[in-house]
Structure formats: C-alpha cells, structure tokens
C-alpha cells in the first residue's frame, strides 16, 4: 500500500517524466527497543546511509529476501539494528540518471529576494513535539508579538496597527482581551500595573480586521469570494494618515491546513492576492506563517527541523527578515518536553552576512505549562551552576527592539549551557547557518 501510494504521487509530481518507476526496493527495519536511544538513533542513520551507498553502487542483491546489519570495528557493543529486505526490481531506470551535483546546496531563504519600499517580516512559532506544543506556540507568539511591537511603536506613537484575523479568531474585544492574558498576567503578578497599563494600551491601539466571512466564501467555491475579500482588506486598510503602518496576518498556517488538497491553488492565489494588495511603502508587514518541514530530521527536539517558506512561494522575492519563535530542547535524547516550557527563543534571521540575532525570553503563562496536559507529575532535577554573568541587550539588527523586558534569566544556567542551547535551537532552522 505504502509503495503505490508513494508511486503515484512521483507521478503526480514528476508528470513529465516518459518513464516512471513501476516498483520501489523496500525493507523492514528491527531494533532492539531495550538499548541506549541515542546509540541507536545514530546507528539507525548510519545504517540507512550504508543501504543508500550499496544501492546507488549496485552492491546489494535484491533477487532474494536479505537481512542486513552494520558491524562496528571497535571494542564497544554493536547497537542492535538491522534491515530485512525484501525481493523487487526497484526503480532501477534512475541510477541511471543520477550525477554528480555540481555543488552543494544552500537553504538561503532570500536568495530571490528583490529590494522594495516595505518591510515584509515572516514570523515563525515552532512548536515542541508534544500535545502542550500547539498551544504553548500560539500563547509564546502572541506574548513576544505584544512587546516586539511595543518596542517598536515606543517612538512613534502614532503609527497605526492593524492585525488582519483571516480564521476570526478575535470576533470580540472581550474574548480578543482573554486571548491575549494580560489581566491574567497581572493576577498572577507576573507583570506589574505599569507593564499592564503600557500593553493593554498598545492592545487598545490595534485594530482587528476580522476576514472569516470571506474566508468562508473562498472555500465553499464562491466566485467573488476573493474579490470581496480584497474589497474588505482595501476598505478597512484605507490611508488615514502618513504614518507608518504594521501589519500583522494571522491565520495562515490555519488557513492552509483546511484547504483540501485538490484546491492547493487557493493558497497561491490568496497569497499572491494579499501581497499584491498590502501597502506598499512606508509599512512593516509581519506575515505568521508556520514553515514547512525541512528534510532534516532534528536529534534535540526530535522533530522535522523548519524551513521558513515552501519553494515555490511568491513571498521569497518579498521577505526582508524572517523572526523564529523556538521552544528549549527537551533533556535528553527519548524525551519530549522542553527542558523549560516558559523559555523561548527569539532569532532574527536578515539577508546579510552576520550571525542571527538570538535571545531567550519568559512567557509566564507558560510556567509549568506541560503539566496542564498529562496526569503525573514530574520532578525537576538540580541544574549546576557553574558560573552567573551578567546579560548584555543588544538591540535587533536594524531595529531599537531589545526585549529586555521578557528577557528569561539566564543565571541558572553555565556559560557553557546556554551557549549549547542557544545552537540547538539554531539547529531547528538550517537555513540560519548558511555560510
């Protein structure tokens, strides 16, 4: 069943293609489930790279079923892996085909970026692999977008503010204020009443374009469904003044789930429709978008590392810098929870060649946030501290935002701790680490 479905769908990607595979070579992969995960872990990818060389080097017999192992030169104990595979022609017609790349390829997100007169941020919630994931990014990036924007409207007290909501998820102010927490933030006494009063400000000042009517309209077929929703999004972001603007869109990721997957070419279309209708000078647009999933599988978070826009995106000739929201890694290789669920990473990603802006904030609400969603409890161990230094804010590149203010203390971790989870959150996002 695996191998039809995977056979029809190179179809229908590689239409062209006179000569499509008719069989795949397939295998079963055992292990001994009683061993050291990150043993195998490590054994399980070398074992696949093996089966990929003698492959592509025509060195495996695939006439008869064949079990296959790795053996180890050294003096430890050989992780218990190994493959049976089982009899096929396989899509033998591509060896043929294969060459040598000519180089390497580099996940550069703006490499088609073309230079305009807006500022296109793409923000990135990455979630943890765990039931609490979802929620706790959604609830991090609302609490970090608040005061990023704070930052950057401190100045300027009249820039305008808008947050287009494409799944209604803010249809009133009450459940809009609820959504948000802040009451609940000051209850708990994790901000004071000046905090409270300076975001609840800010939160007064920006105005909800709720578009799920439209929405609607674009997926039950409707002719006009996307015409009226330009309407919509023309008339309320219509120029009251020469001030600059910010432009939040949530809802896309959300958006982009629901759209079955014969009508992909919606998501295209509305793409195409709201950038070529969004202002187009003077304006900060901060575009929500939930990545794609690299091919990249990532030993800290086990999870699919992210890759910020799929290829085929009309936003990569747009974006100007891309914001990652990244939970901790979890404690140890086999487990799922980060090792803090109010501690998040902030990393800014912009087309130049200098190292990501990065650093760690506290999202109160998440403050044993886990818990919430399984029945035991779990302790937290001892972490050594090593050594406590002072944090030195240093502003984003292009920008006076700091996030001084959310900042998580760092002091019960070693130099050495922080610096090693700082890298694997970085490593969540392959394309930060372009050269």
């Known amino acids: 069943a695996y191998e039809l479905e995977i056979l029809s769908e190179y179809q229908q990607v590689?239409?062209?293609d006179p000569t499509p595979p008719e069989s795949l070579w397939k295998g079963v992969i055992v292990l001994d489930t009683d061993q050291n995960p990150l043993e195998v872990f490590d054994a399980f990818n070398d074992l696949l790279d093996d089966l990929v060389m003698r492959i592509t080097s025509g060195l495996l017999d695939f006439s008869k079923t064949t079990a296959y192992s790795l053996k180890t030169k050294s003096s430890m104990k050989t992780p218990r892996v190994a493959t049976i595979l089982t009899p096929g022609e396989g899509p033998v017609g591509l060896l043929n085909e294969m060459c040598?790349?000519?180089?390497?390829?580099?996940?550069?997100p703006f490499s088609e970026r073309i230079i305009d007169d807006r500022l296109l941020t793409l923000y990135v919630p990455v979630s943890s692999p765990t039931s609490s994931g979802n929620s706790a990014s959604w609830i991090s990036r609302n609490w970090h977008l608040l005061?990023?924007?704070?930052?950057?409207?401190?100045?300027?007290?009249?820039?305008e503010i808008h947050w287009i909501d494409l799944m209604g998820d803010y249809p009133s102010e009450q459940l809009m204020k609820k959504r948000f927490g802040l009451d609940q933030y000051l209850k708990g006494g994790w901000i004071n009443k000046k905090q409270h009063?300076?975001?609840?400000?800010?939160?007064?000042?920006?105005?909800?374009?709720?578009?799920?009517?439209?929405?609607?309209?674009?997926?039950?077929?409707?002719?006009?469904?996307?015409?009226?929703?330009?309407?919509n999004l023309t008339l309320s972001l219509q120029e009251k003044s020469a001030s600059e603007k910010i432009i939040i869109i949530d809802g896309w990721s959300e958006f982009k789930e629901i759209v079955p997957s014969s009508r992909q070419y919606l998501i295209h279309t509305l793409e195409k429709r709201l950038l070529s209708s969004l202002p187009t000078s003077n304006v900060n647009i901060i575009w929500i978008d939930s990545g794609v999933q690299h091919t990249r599988m990532n030993m800290?978070?086990?999870?699919?590392?992210?890759?910020?826009?799929?290829?085929?995106?009309?936003?990569?000739m747009h974006v100007d810098e891309i914001l990652y929201n990244l939970p901790t890694s979890s404690r140890s290789?086999?487990?799922?929870?980060?090792?803090r669920d109010d501690e998040r990473y902030i990393v800014q990603d912009v087309p130049a060649s200098v190292?990501?802006?990065?650093?760690?904030?506290?999202?109160?609400?998440?403050?044993?946030?886990?818990?919430?969603?399984r029945g035991g409890q779990r302790r937290k161990p001892i972490l050594t501290e090593e050594e406590v230094y002072e944090k030195s804010f240093k502003p984003m590149y292009g920008r006076g935002v700091k996030l001084s203010n959310i900042y998580s203390d760092t002091s019960h971790y070693s130099k050495r701790q922080v610096s090693e989870l700082e890298g694997y959150a970085l490593s969540l996002a392959p394309s930060t680490h372009r050269p």
């Open 100 to 108: 040598v790349p000519e180089s390497l390829p580099v996940d550069d």
């Open 197 to 231: 009063t300076t975001l609840d400000t800010l939160l007064n000042r920006i105005r909800f374009i709720d578009l799920r009517a439209n929405i609607d309209q674009v997926l039950a077929g409707n002719g006009l469904g996307f015409q009226n929703l330009i309407d």
């Open 355 to 373: 190292p990501p802006w990065r650093t760690k904030i506290q999202v109160p609400q998440l403050i044993d946030y886990s818990k919430k969603f």
């Open 333 to 339: 290789f086999g487990r799922f929870l980060p090792k």
């Open 14 to 16: 590689a239409s062209f």
């Open 147 to 159: 005061n990023h924007i704070q930052e950057c409207t401190s100045s300027t007290k009249d820039t």
């Open 300 to 316: 800290h978070y086990q999870r699919k590392c992210i890759s910020p826009l799929p290829y085929d995106s009309p936003r990569k």
